[in-house]
């Protein structure tokens, strides 16, 4: 078994900034591909940013609406991922999920997600 705790969440005022981060833990061989996705009230849950697990960094994707002020990033020693949230706007104001395609200690592959941290941003 494999559990994701997100943590950073909270409430800041519109152009302050967040950090989220992704802890991951258990039953882990390798951690995949890794991503953030959000969920807004009475919204479906969008991707944010996502990253590959090549190399130190990764690739990453970013939704159009986060480009230059979302910033994702992964550390393998410790199996976390980051959220850099900057320049925050009413609209950011979601549940946001972190998501890990992981290969477990018995060879499955399989996707987890967290249960979620609530950013609020006031304007």
């Known amino acids: 078994q494999v559990q994701l705790v997100e943590s950073g969440g909270g409430l800041v005022q519109a152009g302050g900034s967040l950090r989220l981060s992704c802890a991951a833990s258990?039953?882990?061989?390798?951690?995949?591909?890794m991503g953030w996705y959000r969920q807004a009230p009475g919204k479906e849950r969008e991707l944010v940013a996502a990253?590959?697990?090549?190399?130190?960094?990764?690739?990453?994707n970013y939704a159009d609406y986060v480009k230059g002020r979302f910033t994702i990033s992964r550390d393998n020693a410790k199996n976390t991922l980051y959220l850099q949230m900057n320049s925050l706007k009413p609209e950011d104001t979601a549940v946001y999920y972190c998501?890990?395609?992981?290969?477990?200690?018995?060879?499955?592959?399989?996707?987890?997600w967290g249960k979620g941290t609530l950013v609020t941003v006031s304007s």
């Open positions: 990253i590959t697990s090549s190399g130190s960094s990764g690739s990453t």
């Open positions: 998501k890990a395609d992981v290969t477990t200690t018995t060879f499955y592959s399989m996707r987890y």
């Open positions: 258990g039953s882990i061989f390798k951690i995949n591909d």
